[in-house]
């Protein structure tokens, strides 16, 4: 079946690590995306990408790194830096550049911390 | 960023009643997404839109744009218990190429049997 997958589906993080969200999808889309969503808030993006070997920052890039080297591979790397991770992670993918196609979503990763 | 003002923020009804929820911006869409999110899962698209004015069904789900491209409404008909979730409208702005979305924050549904 086609589709976006997200591993793992739980993750603890120690202070001071460095955790890395994978997030595959076999849809042949050419834009992928990460969001953050805590509890009662919208979903807030993370990074994106429209294409491999570039991405950009989205609203809340900071703490934040990612890469994209494979088009069906965009993993979120949550650094250090983050100093408040606990959160439900989102990764969306849509097809045709991203105009008017509607972003479909994998089942997310709950990070939490340790 | 930008969000869309949704509302009501949560909704606890009775089963067999019909559900209204809104989204509004000051920013004109290009396109309105409606998902739901059950807990601990991904949004799943329940409906898109892509005119304005235009009114799309999925089974007990309408949803409509907006003629002035800013707000968009989902209505649920007879609900039953499964509809319980978290419903998202999201939207493209008009001057976007990048395909990404602004997301209301989210109308908790829950229904009594």
């Known amino acids: 079946d086609g589709g976006i997958t997200q591993s793992p589906k739980y993750l603890f993080r120690k202070e001071g690590q460095n955790v890395t969200l994978s997030c595959e999808q076999n849809?042949?889309?050419?834009?992928m995306y990460w969001y953050r969503q805590d509890p009662g808030q919208g979903l807030r993006l993370i990074y994106y990408s429209q294409i491999v070997n570039d991405f950009q920052k989205g609203d809340i890039a900071e703490g934040y790194s990612v890469s994209r080297e494979k088009k069906e591979s965009f993993p979120l790397t949550v650094t250090s830096a983050q100093k408040n991770p606990t959160a439900f992670y989102l990764c969306?993918?849509?097809?045709?550049?991203?105009?008017?196609?509607?972003?479909?979503f994998g089942d997310g990763t709950r990070l939490s911390i340790l | 960023g930008q969000q869309l003002n949704q509302s009501p923020q949560s909704m606890f009804i009775q089963e067999g009643e019909d559900v209204s929820m809104n989204c509004t911006s000051s920013s004109i869409f290009n396109t309105w997404l409606w998902y739901k999110q059950d807990p601990g899962e991904g949004p799943v698209l329940l409906i898109a839109l892509y005119k304005a004015g235009e009114l799309t069904s999925n089974g007990r789900l309408t949803a409509q744009f907006g003629i002035t491209r800013k707000d968009s409404f989902l209505n649920i008909s007879a609900s039953i218990p499964s509809d319980v979730g978290i419903y998202f409208c999201?939207?493209?702005?008009?001057?976007?190429?990048?395909?990404?979305?602004?997301f209301g924050q989210g109308t908790t549904l829950q229904v009594k049997p």
């Open positions: 999201a939207g493209q702005l008009v001057a976007s190429n990048t395909g990404k979305l602004i």
């Open positions: 849809l042949n889309h050419d834009a």
């Open positions: 969306a993918s849509t097809g045709v550049e991203g105009r008017n196609q509607p972003q479909h």
